[in-house]
């Protein structure tokens, strides 16, 4: 039995430049969730528009690495922003606001 974290090689069918490239995408994307997760953190009725933008740059940064890459947090992220919108316009704002921050604490976590 080995031991010892696991050696991952390379795949030799994709060229280097597209490894190097999925890794900064990934990276962007886990940078868009860490700056959504900061936003929900500060949210107020005046930062909606904040959290909507940082969700929406995850969104993009989400469908560039893959358009179905990330499924489930894709349906994550489709819960924040109809919490955002019932946040926005009044309807239990409490409960958004906790559904807002649990989602995009989710997020975070599952993108780093």
């Known amino acids: 039995m080995l031991d010892g974290p696991p050696v991952l090689l ?15 995408e990934r990276s962007r994307v886990a940078t868009s ?5 900061t936003a929900a953190r500060h949210l ?4 909606v528009g904040t959290v909507r933008r940082a969700a929406n740059r995850l969104a993009t940064d989400m469908k560039t690495l893959g ?8 349906r994550t992220l489709r819960t924040l922003l109809r919490a955002l919108a019932r946040y926005e316009h009044g309807r239990d704002r409490r409960a958004a606001a906790r559904t807002v921050q649990r989602s995009s604490r989710t997020l975070a976590r599952s993108l780093q």
């Open 10 to 24: 390379p795949d030799p069918g994709v060229p280097p430049a597209a490894r190097a490239t999925g890794v900064a």
């Open 33 to 37: 969730a860490q700056r959504l997760a």
């Open 44 to 47: 107020t009725p005046r930062r």
């Open 67 to 74: 358009g179905n890459a990330y499924p489930r947090e894709t």
